[in-house]
């Protein structure tokens, strides 16, 4: 049974930083594709970055290039999402992903198979 979780999410001030965790089980983690993306209110959910976990390769959504990383732990079958210089506009939820056979060309929701529940992100002013 595949199972995402995420955690680190909470509220910081705008320039703050947070790291998200997502830990993978169930699968096969190595032969993956993680990713991230987040969704603000009456907003449609958007990709933030992946990473292929059998070499490290990532992707970024050019407006998440600069600020954010994505990282793992293979050992611990973990993925990260380091976050600097946080803005308002950061503020949604985020949600992990995983594809079990590698990563998609693109950054797109619909190219996911399994999904956390979410961790929430908000930054004030």
């Known amino acids: 049974q595949v199972q995402l979780v995420e955690s680190g999410g909470g509220s910081v001030q705008a320039g703050g930083s947070l790291r998200l965790s997502c830990a993978a089980s169930?699968?096969?983690?190595?032969?993956?594709?993680m990713a991230w993306f987040r969704q603000a209110p009456g907003k449609e959910r958007e990709g933030v970055a992946k990473?292929?976990?059998?070499?490290?390769?990532?992707y970024y959504a050019d407006s998440m290039k600069g600020r954010f990383t994505i990282y793992q732990d293979k050992a611990k079958n973990t993925v990260y999402l380091q976050m600097n210089g946080l803005k308002p506009e950061d503020s949604a939820m985020y949600y992990c992903?995983?594809?079990?056979?590698?990563?998609?060309?693109?950054?797109?929701?619909?190219?996911?198979?399994?999904w956390g529940r979410g961790t929430q992100v908000t930054v004030s002013s």
């Open positions: 992903a995983a594809r079990l056979d590698g990563c998609a060309p693109l950054l797109r929701r619909s190219d996911y198979n399994y």
């Open positions: 990473i292929l976990t059998h070499n490290g390769n990532t």
């Open positions: 169930g699968y096969t983690y190595s032969s993956s594709c």
